[in-house]
């Protein structure tokens, strides 16, 4: 007899809401904007990094994890490659408002510069998952919970 799972699919609502972001304040600003998670491997394969920064990227993953690795170099080199990234990256999560690359950003969206570096540093690790990596994996639950047992066969 199989055991009952407490396990279901999640809802077409549920994935939705996840993709709606969450509301965050940006650091150095103060200003709060709408965002949600997406990686450096997402945003390639959903083609919001430009391929000319494909190379760019493989190079600063210099760790054995994968990880950009901004100390290793020049530095004034490794930021001017890792700022258009850290740009395309920020502008893809960004939901409200929208920002965008583009020197003439296109109706009703800011340009990235509006937004300091620090912030959007911050933004990029935590839309890659450098700080959504503290937040647990399942809910919290919602409730008490029946003492364990003890004893023999336990």
């Known amino acids: 007899m199989a055991k009952d799972n407490p396990l279901s699919a999640s809802t077409r609502e549920e994935w939705e809401a996840k993709r709606g972001g969450v509301l965050l304040t940006l650091p150095a600003s103060g200003l709060v904007v709408r965002a949600r998670p997406i990686g450096i491997q997402e945003a390639i394969m959903d083609g919001v990094v430009p391929d000319e920064l494909t190379a760019t990227i493989a190079g600063l993953m210099q760790t054995a994890d994968g990880e950009i690795d901004l100390t290793s170099g ?25 920002f965008s690359t583009d020197p003439t950003p296109p109706d009703g969206a800011l340009p990235i510069a509006y937004i300091p570096a620090t912030d959007r540093q911050q ?19 919602q409730g008490d919970v029946e003492p364990g047992g003890s004893g023999e066969g336990v």
């Open 74 to 98: 020049n530095a004034v080199t490794t930021l001017r490659e890792f700022g258009p990234i850290c740009n395309a990256i920020v502008c893809a999560g960004l939901l409200e408002p929208r």
């Open 123 to 141: 933004l990029f690790a935590w839309m890659n998952g450098d700080a959504r990596a503290l937040e647990p994996f399942r809910p919290k639950h």
